[in-house]
């Protein structure tokens, strides 16, 4: 539909979702929506990287059997996360004996994995895959800032990463919500410096994708009930709306992100959550409920900022994509406009 937004035809379904949220997460307004509510934040492991491994095999497991299907049934798994080589997603994926997509965007992993996944079986090379990410606060934190006995200062504009995973079982056949379109994101990059204000960073990314999908489809805001962000949080969020008001287009009335509900307002998390695993327990538990219990229509567009330790201490800016996919609930046949 234009040079980086593709239409399915075939619609694939969303059949199952699962989501593992850790003791803060479970305590937050998303709380009761999820499938697997911690009290441990290792999950009864001896390190916080493998409480992250174990999360994110345990809702690809749990995904699985909710849709009602087994393994065998499974012809990829394309997952990632935020630790150095993708380590949480592919030991997971040793577990089970299926083809492993390695997939790294950053905290946009979850829709960059429905992107493809839904190019997968429109395409015809597969019937069902599992797409799914996740994060960890304390292995994140130690990897990218400082060791969490240092007791850092957190600034106003940091935010929180989410300890939790989500899995998404899509399919050729069923009759659970489809995904219509995907937009690929560009990297952007505005020239950030602040590793803590990922916010700034990945809003302009956000817009750029946004505002090329409307442009792609002859959409506006008003076709879509939500347009979903992933961890812009509370800054980036009303820097994305302001951006989008300058490419002439209102978002704000129906902009909601992830990272401005996963957590309470009077908590201290200043710009609220983040991770890859915000967007993923967010869409595969609140937002998935939304879409089985009512006609909607809605752009889910999960933020990833891209950059490491080592191009920070370099002294690097901070390059951001956002990858968008288009979710339907509404009964008939989607159409292209």
Known sequence: MGRGTVYFKSAPRIIATYTVGGPKESEGPLGKYLHQRLSDDKFGEKTFEKAERKMLSYAIDHAVLSSARNFDGIDAVLSGDLLNQIVSASFAAR???????????????????????????????????????????????????????????????????????????????????????????????????DVNNMGAAMAPAAADTLYRHFRETDSRPEDYDYIVTGDLGAYGSSLMDALMKDKGYSISSRHMDCGKMVYHPAETEFQGGSGAGCSAITLNSYFYRELTQKPIKMIFMATGALLSTTTSQQGESVPAISHLVVIDSRRGEAKCR
Not at 114 to 136: E, K, N, P, Q, R
Not at 181 to 192: E, Q, S
């Open 95 to 193: 577990e089970f004996d299926v083809p492993f997509i390695g997939l790294y965007s950053a905290c946009s992993t979850m829709s960059e994995s429905l992107s493809l996944g839904a190019c997968l079986i429109d395409g015809g090379y597969m019937d069902t895959v599992v797409c799914a990410t996740g994060s960890h606060f304390a292995s994140a934190e130690r990897q990218y800032r400082f060791p969490l006995e240092l007791g850092c200062t957190r600034p106003p504009c940091a935010q929180w990463t989410v300890t939790g995973a989500g899995a998404t079982v899509l399919s050729k056949e069923g009759n659970g919500p489809k995904i219509t379109m995907a937009t690929f994101g560009r990297v952007v990059d505005f020239g950030v410096t």
